[in-house]
């Protein structure tokens, strides 16, 4: 008699059990109050990134399309996985010789986004992009040139 | 391998290869069970899917360039592991970093703690069947990755620290958002009471299930919420207090009844613990430099050094060797899920088949973090 009281017990605790983890998902079925699902690509127009937001990395230039990049290098050297590679060139200004950038090269298929290199740049000419939809069709895609054409360097007033 | 093969004796013995692609695994991780019908006689690991070679690429590179590399072992715990080698350059070169930077640390440490023991809920009740539990733990958790993408500029990998330091000051609204999330989360922890805890059917599969005696927890090197279990004491944070943790009150979580609820429960204490240490550090974070200046290029000098951290799933150590290079001439990670995933043999041995996903769950293994 006694294992048959138990054994009711048991079951009634079970179902008891149950219905308490039940009693949550259908508050929520009712009250949907919070819905935190994002309908993307639908929200695109308002999607936005948070400000420190690492997407690709990109060269800050101004309106008259010069940047500040020096072509020192030291970016490639901090790079760990080594997706920028730094061609610089020789210019002549005013009758001297001066080491000028050429094509800043960034493969973004081996970049980690680790921040070392935009973090580490001294004349602050690289940054990180908002855009977070980087697949493309073809992986030469990947392959960056960073500086815009025919971009010159900023003067430093 | 031989021994496995020898202990078929009987025709109803069979193996049965659970992974490498098995969703209850969480990762490649392939494991060969040895099964009489439906009693699991033993099971042996194969590691090395997704291995990457990380402690060899860490010897090519600087110092801060490891950082980010450490955010790929255990992608869930990515800042402690991060926090770990910056603790070992400074205590090399003995810079010593401001308050600011030890209360950020510690925070970050403790969010990233919360958010890994949600993933950790949520797939622990999937794996258990209970799939509602993982878009609540996932709804949750996604607070905490936005407080993270808003100071770090990462959700999962966030390669925040670095030698000296951290990489960025934290954002403006960095402490309204933790202040939030934490209202957030203690309303939310007692629906997961409700849903998972109190469960008849969780109750049954957890309770007296994977029994690891704090002996073998010991022998085996099971740390963590885990070894802590099993009544076994190692919490890093108590016993070598590092950045804030020697200021903060907070209790070490250990239950000594060894089996799987034991596991779960410490999690889930491990919860209040965290969202505590935060409350007594968010108000009282001190000013000063969030960076430290280090050389441009940092050179450890030669000897040998060891720093361990109290990881989301336990104790992580790195061992650097160094030969006054600025890269290290050997560098060695120490991951507590290669020493728990050793235990599970042991664990498993004479249960059913079904209840070496529970055990497995309730370890929390993070196979990356395995292969390395």
Redesign the interface.
């Known amino acids: 008699m006694n294992a048959i009281v138990e054994y009711i017990k048991e079951v009634l605790g079970g179902v008891k059990s149950l219905l308490t983890g039940l009693s949550v998902t259908v508050k929520y079925f009712f009250s949907p109050g919070e819905i935190v699902t994002q309908e993307y690509p639908e929200n695109r127009a308002t999607l936005k990134m948070f400000d420190r937001f690492r997407g690709n990395v990109y060269m800050i230039h101004n309106e008259q399309n010069q940047h500040t990049c020096t072509g020192c290098g030291i970016c490639e050297m901090n790079c760990p996985n080594g997706s920028i590679e730094v061609i610089s060139k020789t210019i002549v200004v005013d009758d001297k010789k001066k080491k000028a950038l050429d094509k800043h090269i960034y493969r973004m298929g081996m970049c980690t986004f680790c921040g070392l290199c935009v973090k580490s740049c001294p004349s602050k000419s690289l940054a990180f992009g908002q855009e977070f939809e980087n697949s493309v069709y073809n992986r030469s895609d990947l392959t960056r040139i960073l500086n815009k054409p025919n971009s010159t360097i900023a003067i430093k007033q | 391998m031989t021994n496995t093969i020898a202990n078929i004796d009987k025709e109803e013995d069979y193996f049965l290869n659970l992974g490498p692609q098995h969703p209850s695994t969480h990762g490649v991780l392939r494991l060969l069970v040895n099964l009489r019908g439906e009693v699991v006689k033993d099971l042996k690991p194969y590691c090395g899917y997704i291995h990457r070679g990380i402690e060899k690429m860490c010897e090519r590179?600087t110092y801060?360039?490891i950082?980010?590399?450490t955010d790929r072992l255990d992608y869930l715990s990515a800042h402690q592991n991060n926090e770990a080698v910056c603790l070992l350059v400074e205590k090399a070169l003995g810079v010593e970093v401001s308050d600011r930077v030890k209360y950020i640390r510690t925070i970050m440490s403790e969010l990233s703690r919360i958010a890994s023991h949600l993933l950790w809920w949520s797939a622990f009740g999937m794996d258990l069947g209970a799939l509602?539990t993982f878009f609540y733990g996932l709804?949750d958790r996604?607070h905490i990755l936005?407080i993270f993408?808003?100071?770090?500029?990462?959700r999962l990998?966030q390669?925040y620290n670095c030698p000296g330091g951290v990489?960025?000051d934290i954002?403006p609204n960095f402490q309204k958002r933790v202040k939030e999330c934490l209202v957030h989360l203690k309303k939310k922890l007692p629906?997961y009471d409700?849903?998972?805890t109190?469960?008849?059917?969780f109750?049954n599969r957890a309770i007296g299930v994977g029994l690891l005696s704090k002996e073998d927890a010991i022998s085996f090197g099971v740390t963590g919420p885990s070894g802590r279990g099993s009544g076994f004491s190692c919490d890093i944070r108590k016993l070598e207090p590092y950045s804030a943790y020697d200021k903060v009150q907070f209790d070490e979580i250990i239950r000594t009844e060894c089996d799987s609820m034991a596991r779960y429960k410490n999690r889930i204490d491990e919860f209040y613990q965290s969202m505590s240490i935060i409350e007594q550090l968010i108000d009282n974070i001190p000013d000063g430099d969030y960076q430290t200046k280090m050389k441009p290029i940092i050179k450890l000098p030669e000897g040998q050094y060891y720093q361990r951290v109290e990881s989301s799933r336990g104790e992580f150590g790195v061992f650097v060797e160094s030969r006054g290079e600025k890269n290290p001439y050997r560098i060695k990670f120490r991951s507590p899920n290669l020493a728990n995933l050793s235990a599970l043999d042991h664990m498993v041995r004479g249960q059913k088949i079904a209840d070496l996903i529970a055990i497995m769950g309730s370890l929390d293994l993070v196979i990356p973090d395995i292969d390395r």
């Not at chain 2, 993408?149 to 990462?154: A, F, I, L, V």
């Open positions: 590179n801060p360039q950082i980010h590399l509602t709804r996604e936005d993408e808003e100071t770090t500029g990462g990998l390669s990489m960025y954002h629906e409700k849903l998972l109190g469960n008849v059917i109750k």
